[in-house]
């Protein structure tokens, strides 16, 4: 029997080890080459290490791009946190509610996840310009909240689909509003599935690059618009611009660290039940 598995064991053995390659090399590509003096990235090696380690260059990219690095932390957070909340809310109704309008509306937002962000620019920029909250934190807030809360209404959905109702019944017997049940029960059942929607939708706003790019004033600009001035316009200085982003990643690096443990747990509960 055991021998019968030894082509499949190394077969997924290969697999892996091509994975793996195929991912780790554009990062260890990044980390030599964010130690290397412009002279050396010159000579195109870029898999050898160089000379010696400028280790200066960090401190360098961690100066340029700090104010964005503020920014997108505060937007991205601000945005994951109200559209946990509203998505919960909005989710909840999708998975309790048996109304006719609900299946339509559970329809249009999954359709409204897969609009590329160009198609919906124009319309964005026109809202935020009627708010007078162009070029703010409160535009980019507001634009990505309006984006984000589909994705974290069909998620938790999805999530709350998976509770079971007899938890909400007893509670019912028990004298408990729709709104306790949903805070206090339900809410505390669906931790692991607001942790990995936090976690999609932190790191979503945090990688865009189109709107920030488009509603984002000198000082708003978010890091991912930063990384792309870091290089420089007459010399490219690729160094800098390798530590820049690998500064930038620690910020949802620590997010998916802190919530990790749950983001498994919730993607499991959701596509079991699906």
């Not at 124009?122 to 708010?131: M, N, T, Y």
């Amino acid at each position: 029997m055991r021998r019968r598995d030894l082509p499949l064991r190394a077969l997924v053995a290969i697999t892996v080890a091509a994975l793996s390659v195929a991912y780790l090399l554009p990062v260890y590509v990044m980390v030599v080459t964010s130690l290397k003096t412009p002279l050396e990235i010159t000579q195109r090696q870029y898999l050898v290490p160089g000379g010696s380690w400028q280790v200066a260059n960090y401190a360098t990219a961690l100066r340029l791009v700090w104010p964005s690095l503020v920014n997108s932390t505060v937007i991205a957070a601000t945005v994951t946190a109200l559209a946990v909340f509203i998505g919960g809310l909005g989710g909840y109704f999708l998975a309790r509610f048996r109304w006719p309008i609900t299946r339509t509306l559970f329809v249009l937002l999954a359709i409204a996840l897969y609009l590329p962000y160009q198609a919906v620019l124009i319309p964005l920029v026109q809202i935020v310009a009627a708010a007078r909250l162009a070029l703010t934190h409160a535009g980019l807030i507001l634009s990505y909240l309006i984006l984000n809360v589909p994705l974290a209404a069909v998620l938790m959905a999805t999530f709350f689909f998976s509770v079971p109702r007899e938890l909400e019944e007893s509670a019912e017997v028990d004298g408990a509003s729709r709104l306790q049940i949903f805070f206090r029960i339900v809410s505390v059942v669906s931790l692991p599935g607001y942790a990995s929607t936090a976690i999609l939708v932190f790191i979503q706003v945090w990688n865009e690059f189109l709107l920030a790019l488009t509603l984002s004033s000198p000082y708003t600009t978010t890091v991912q618009v930063k990384l792309a001035e870091v290089k420089g316009s007459y010399v490219a200085l690729y160094n800098l611009q390798m530590a820049a982003a690998l500064v930038t990643v620690l910020v949802p690096l620590g997010v998916f660290l802190a919530l990790g443990k749950y983001f498994i747990r919730g993607i499991l509960a959701g596509a079991l039940r699906g």
